[in-house]
């Protein structure tokens, strides 16, 4: 796995000026995983270009809008063009990036946790009226998918109903 060649589709992005793209791209490897299947040009060989993404970057890669990931394939071609002799990318796939207890990823290297900082250490706290019980509830599991630690008060006060009474009123 290569995470040159994924520095260098960042850069083409940010050259297309699709910055939103090349940052859902930082801290991933990829990969050609060929096929056994002859491509269209002499001795080329159809494949896939695999993305292993962090955690937190896989679910927003892999909700990709069938658009974003037809540009994505398009400017990997551009590090693979269809060619004699090279593989021939027909498709991008998405994989999590797994990581062991260490912090290190598969090819043992540190994780890059500078984009997944914040994301992990930030609180929210969801204020909602009562009548709105349901959908703070959902807002709080969408919210945690992105790593990110969520307060609500149905769910999270642990006082019993009588205990109540026991605190100072103001």
Request: proline content about 3%; glycine content about 6%.
């Given at each position: 796995?290569?995470?040159?060649?994924?520095?260098?589709?960042?850069?083409?992005?940010?050259?297309?000026?699709?910055?939103?793209?090349?940052?859902?791209l930082e801290g991933?490897?990829?990969?050609?995983?060929?096929?056994?299947?002859?491509?269209?040009?002499?001795?080329?060989?159809?494949?896939?270009?695999?993305?292993?993404?962090?955690?937190?970057?896989?679910?927003?890669?892999?909700?990709?809008?069938?658009?974003?990931?037809?540009?994505?394939?398009?400017?990997?071609?551009?590090?693979?063009?269809?060619?004699?002799?090279?593989?021939?990318?027909?498709?991008?796939?998405?994989?999590?990036?797994?990581?062991?207890?260490?912090?290190?990823?598969?090819?043992?290297?540190?994780?890059?946790?500078?984009?997944?900082?914040?994301?992990?250490?930030?609180?929210?706290?969801?204020?909602?009226?009562?009548?709105?019980?349901?959908?703070?509830?959902?807002?709080k599991e969408q919210?945690?998918?992105?790593?990110?630690?969520?307060?609500?008060?149905?769910?999270?006060?642990?006082?019993?109903?009588?205990?109540?009474?026991?605190?100072?009123?103001?």
């Amino acid at each position: 796995m290569n995470k040159n060649e994924v520095d260098s589709l960042i850069k083409i992005l940010i050259h297309k000026k699709r910055d939103d793209l090349a940052k859902k791209l930082e801290g991933s490897i990829g990969k050609v995983e060929m096929s056994n299947q002859f491509g269209s040009r002499w001795n080329s060989v159809i494949s896939s270009y695999i993305i292993f993404a962090p955690f937190f970057k896989y679910y927003l890669l892999k909700d990709l809008s069938g658009e974003d990931t037809k540009f994505l394939l398009e400017s990997i071609h551009d590090m693979y063009p269809v060619a004699d002799e090279l593989p021939e990318i027909t498709s991008v796939e998405f994989r999590m990036l797994l990581e062991d207890e260490s912090g290190k990823n598969e090819n043992n290297e540190f994780r890059d946790v500078s984009s997944e900082y914040i994301g992990r250490t930030s609180r929210v706290f969801v204020s909602y009226s009562t009548k709105d019980k349901s959908i703070a509830g959902k807002i709080k599991e969408q919210l945690e998918i992105f790593g990110l630690e969520v307060f609500l008060a149905h769910e999270d006060i642990n006082v019993p109903l009588g205990e109540w009474e026991k605190f100072p009123r103001l």
